[in-house]
């Protein structure tokens, strides 16, 4: 009886350390992008998450969000959204 409590017990206190790793599994990219318009940098700073992504082995979750600014004659714009293994 106390071998079966002290492998319970040694089975309750592994499963918090256990929940972190599954959380690492996920990551938050970020890629940007340069164009003379708003609409081209938009698309440039998606791709660019994209192709993080895809050279990480990752597969991109979730709603991205993007963020721009206009700089002179560019805009350049951010685009950050989850990715998991």
Do not use: D, H, W
């Not at 660019?48 to 992504?53: D, E, I, L, T």
């Not at 979730?62 to 714009?77: F, L, M, N, P, R």
């Amino acid at each position: 009886m106390k071998k079966l409590l002290a492998v319970a017990v040694a089975a309750a206190s592994m499963v918090p350390f256990a929940m972190p790793s599954e959380a690492a599994k996920c990551t938050r990219l970020a890629g940007q992008g340069v164009g003379i318009t708003n609409v081209l940098a938009t698309e440039n700073s998606k791709m660019a998450v994209a192709n993080a992504a895809s050279s990480k082995g990752l597969k991109l979750k979730g709603k991205a969000t993007t963020s721009c600014k206009y700089e002179g004659i560019v805009s350049t714009c951010v685009t950050k959204q989850s990715a998991c293994k």
